[in-house]
């Protein structure tokens, strides 16, 4: 995993550029609201949002909604916290539910998604802010960058 530091306010968590292909869902998500969303970061364009992932297994803790615009927006990397999952409290949305991070786990490694608005996930100290152009995240990365000669230089 090779993830980009990314500059953010010192009094808050840390995020890292990551590439979106590497972070895997394990909910699903309301169509509607991926619409809405998308809408609202194409108009303000930049993300402003990091997305939340567990740093280990890379699995999305929070915000399946920005995952999939970021996929369906054809972005190589985005704003991530990498997070440990035990030091996120997880609840379900569901009346009686019970989640517990070894489901999650698991839903990870299956490849299949809980129904959407089954996990809730409570953050101690909230999620810090970015505002991260979207050419920055849809242009090559670093290392995907080829050199590049110009006739005759050699």
Same mark, same amino acid.
């Given at each position: 995993?090779?993830? =980009?530091?990314?500059?953010?306010?010192?009094?808050?968590?840390? +995020?890292? !550029?990551?590439? &979106?292909?590497? $972070?895997?869902? /394990?909910?699903?998500?309301?169509?509607?609201?991926?619409?809405?969303?998308?809408?609202?970061?194409?108009?303000?364009?930049?993300?402003?949002?990091?997305?939340?992932? =567990?740093?280990?297994?890379?699995?999305?803790?929070?915000?399946? +909604?920005? !995952?999939?615009? &970021?996929?369906? $927006?054809?972005? /190589?990397?985005?704003?991530?916290?990498?997070?440990?999952?035990?030091?996120?409290?997880?609840?379900?949305?569901?009346?009686?539910?019970?989640?517990?991070?070894?489901?999650?786990?698991?839903?990870?490694?299956?490849?299949?998604?809980?129904?959407?608005?089954?996990?809730?996930?409570?953050?101690?100290?909230?999620?810090?802010?970015?505002?991260?152009?979207?050419?920055?995240?849809?242009?090559?990365?670093?290392?995907?960058?080829?050199?590049?000669?110009?006739?005759?230089?050699?």
């Amino acid at each position: 995993m090779r993830c =980009e530091r990314a500059s953010v306010r010192p009094d808050r968590m840390e +995020h890292c !550029l990551l590439s &979106a292909a590497q $972070l895997i869902p /394990t909910e699903e998500v309301n169509p509607d609201r991926v619409d809405a969303l998308k809408a609202q970061i194409l108009q303000a364009g930049s993300w402003t949002a990091p997305i939340t992932a =567990e740093k280990d297994a890379l699995f999305v803790i929070d915000d399946y +909604h920005r !995952l999939t615009v &970021a996929h369906r $927006l054809r972005l /190589t990397r985005m704003p991530v916290v990498l997070l440990d999952n035990d030091s996120v409290r997880v609840e379900s949305w569901r009346p009686g539910g019970n989640i517990t991070p070894a489901e999650i786990f698991a839903m990870a490694r299956s490849g299949r998604k809980f129904p959407y608005k089954t996990t809730r996930h409570v953050f101690a100290h909230g999620l810090p802010t970015c505002d991260v152009p979207l050419e920055l995240l849809s242009s090559p990365t670093p290392m995907e960058i080829a050199p590049v000669f110009s006739a005759g230089a050699l």
